[in-house]
């Protein structure tokens, strides 16, 4: 929402029984060149198959200066019969390397802990979110007794010998499983 009370939000589908105000298909858009000041974008990428249409046509559709926001899935689960696509963080940043001005970040603070306690109760952890935080970060907090010994011993740097160790266990601890990316973006 926004806090402006001129602000005009306007949902897009190319399924016209959601009853979209717009119906349209992303990757072949028939809106008009730079006509949105914003466009927001959850969890769509993965049921489009070419996703680099869909982002030209993101590009196309926004004016200059305006901002985009995505979440992509990385690792979650397969939950239709269009889903065709897992993002990784490196193509995240990729894909947002059109856009004059992005950052990627976490949708939450739960990480590897928390995209294994998704794993271990089925998906159904979410129902108990102080719970699922709390095994959460029990689990990165152990998972550091092994990404010191393993980066201690030099082995973290073999890939890249300027890396803190900081930033090894961010690394590790958030980016290499979770369950997906959130990006934002500005024409």
């Known amino acids: 929402m926004s806090s402006n009370p001129k602000t005009k939000i306007l949902s897009t589908d190319i399924v016209a029984e959601y009853n979209p105000d717009i119906v349209d298909d992303i990757c072949n858009s028939k809106i008009e060149d730079k006509s949105y000041d914003a466009i927001y974008c959850d969890a769509i990428l993965e049921h489009v198959e070419d996703y680099w249409k869909a982002m030209e046509n993101i590009y196309r559709i926004l004016k200059p200066g305006g901002e985009f926001f995505i ?64 095994l959460s970060r029990i689990t990165n907090t152990l998972l550091l007794i092994p990404l010191t010994a393993v980066f201690m011993l030099g082995r973290g740097k073999a890939d890249n010998p300027n890396i803190s160790f900081k930033d090894y266990v961010f690394y590790y601890t958030y980016l290499y499983s979770n369950h997906g990316f959130c990006g934002w973006a500005i024409k």
């Not at 940043?93 to 004059?100: A, T, V």
């Not at 950052?103 to 089925?122: A, E, H, N």
């Open 71 to 134: 979440y992509v899935p990385f690792f979650w689960c397969f939950h239709d019969q269009t889903d065709y696509h897992r993002f990784t963080f490196t193509e995240l940043n990729r894909m947002l390397g059109i856009f004059r001005e992005h950052k990627i970040f976490l949708p939450d603070d739960r990480g590897y802990g928390g995209v294994l306690w998704q794993v271990l109760s089925f998906h159904q952890i979410w129902q108990y979110p102080n719970l699922w935080t709390l």
